[in-house]
């Protein structure tokens, strides 16, 4: 077993060069795949157009985008096509196809990259908060992905590179710091995927939370999928019930901090967003969580505490969730290695400024 703890092999810094492709340069336009979406109207949605609904339910749809899906014959309800001003009905089902512009070539950046561990079939990078790991529609260019390319250099031409992923094993949210595993070639690649899709990596995330819960430590089992309210988020159902899709989570306390918790969270799934749609479900949603009721000021009980919570915000305009440390097997070892991560400079300066003033009203 190899166990590896706030090891940090290697900080890229690099200007461009002669092999860095200008994000702005498109050399090549890659097609994609029309987007096919079905939804199920809720048995409670009261009326309303379904150009409207579209737009709210759907991430990056504007109004114009699906009016002219509309317009084409795109847009079907109950089997059928239908106009801009239909009014959708409790448990109508809509298909809907909508168009995308090819997507430029993924090019190679020099953008800097923390590497916790290397060698010649995979890395492990400490990413920074604010970082895409690939890119879609909105961020072409500045991903973990045009990163990778411009370090593995021509060796990057093993990986396929036409699903804007090249070694990418699993994600993080933009907004998520911490470790995520790059496979340098296809076997090696193909080894960890089959890992994460068994559930054989241990994955542990740290997160800052609003609360304390009432048991030190836990297991939250519910089933998680899109909200019906809506699709751009995800939302708690019954668990092992017929919606969503089993998510389990363990926690426990680190640190009580009066009003907030620093906990430790361990994945038995991956589902999306399911540390953060689990601990809302606790009513503990994670400090700066803007999608999960993290973001929202909350008054506490001491003097100046509105001053307090709008400073920690700032501090902290992202979820202050991390992952920390990721135990897998070497694709071609078999070498159990365990790898962790120090907090983001963020996360530290709010449990800093947390700490301060709990230890200020105790004196």
């Keep these: 077993m190899v166990f590896i703890r706030l090891r940090q092999i290697n900080h890229l810094s690099i200007m461009q060069d002669a092999t860095h492709t200008p994000p702005n340069e498109v050399v090549q336009e890659v097609p994609l795949e029309p987007k096919k979406i079905t939804l199920h109207v809720s048995r409670t949605q009261s009326p309303m157009r379904i150009d409207v609904y579209l737009t709210q339910q759907v991430e990056n749809a504007t109004r114009n985008k699906v009016q002219e899906a509309i317009e084409e014959g795109r847009v079907v309800v109950n089997g059928k096509c239908v106009k801009?001003?239909?009014?959708?009905?409790?448990?109508?089902?809509?298909?809907?196809?909508?168009?995308?512009?090819?997507?430029?070539?993924?090019?190679?950046?020099?953008?800097?990259?923390?590497?916790?561990?290397?060698?010649?079939?995979?890395?492990?990078?400490?990413?920074e908060p604010g970082m895409v790991v690939h890119p879609a529609f909105g961020n072409w260019t500045g991903t973990l992905a045009n990163a990778i390319l411009h370090h593995l250099g021509n060796s990057a031409e093993a990986l396929d590179a036409s699903e804007m992923r090249p070694g990418i094993v699993h994600r993080l949210d933009k907004d998520t710091s911490g470790l995520i595993i790059i496979a340098k070639n296809p076997i090696?690649?193909?080894?960890?995927?089959?890992?994460?899709?068994?559930?054989?990596?241990?994955?542990?995330?740290k997160a800052l939370t609003w609360?304390?819960?009432?048991?030190?430590?836990?297991?939250i089992t519910t089933n998680i999928g899109r909200s019906h309210k809506n699709r751009k988020v995800m939302a708690n159902f019954p668990f092992e019930g017929l919606e969503g899709k089993t998510a389990i989570t363990d926690y426990c306390v680190e640190e009580n901090l009066e009003w907030f918790s620093v906990m430790s969270l361990r994945l038995h799934t991956g589902r999306t967003h399911q540390i953060r749609v689990h601990l809302q479900h606790l009513g503990l949603p994670i400090v700066g969580d803007v999608t999960y009721g993290g973001a929202t000021p909350r008054a506490l009980p001491f003097s100046k505490s509105e001053h307090f919570v709008k400073n920690l915000l700032e501090l902290l305009p992202r979820q202050a969730l991390h992952a920390e440390t990721l135990t897998f097997h070497h694709p071609t070892t078999g070498e159990e290695i365990t790898l962790s991560a120090p907090l983001p400079e963020d996360m530290l300066q709010a449990l800093e400024k947390i700490r301060g003033i709990c230890k200020l009203l105790k004196e």
């Design 84 to 127: 801009a001003n239909y009014r959708l009905k409790s448990c109508d089902v809509i298909e809907v196809t909508f168009l995308r512009p090819p997507a430029p070539e993924l090019a190679p950046e020099a953008i800097p990259i923390a590497i916790m561990y290397e060698d010649d079939d995979l890395m492990v990078i400490n990413k």
């Design 188 to 205: 090696a690649l193909h080894k960890l995927a089959r890992q994460f899709a068994e559930r054989k990596v241990g994955k542990i995330y």
């Design 211 to 219: 609360g304390v819960p009432k048991q030190a430590s836990g297991t």
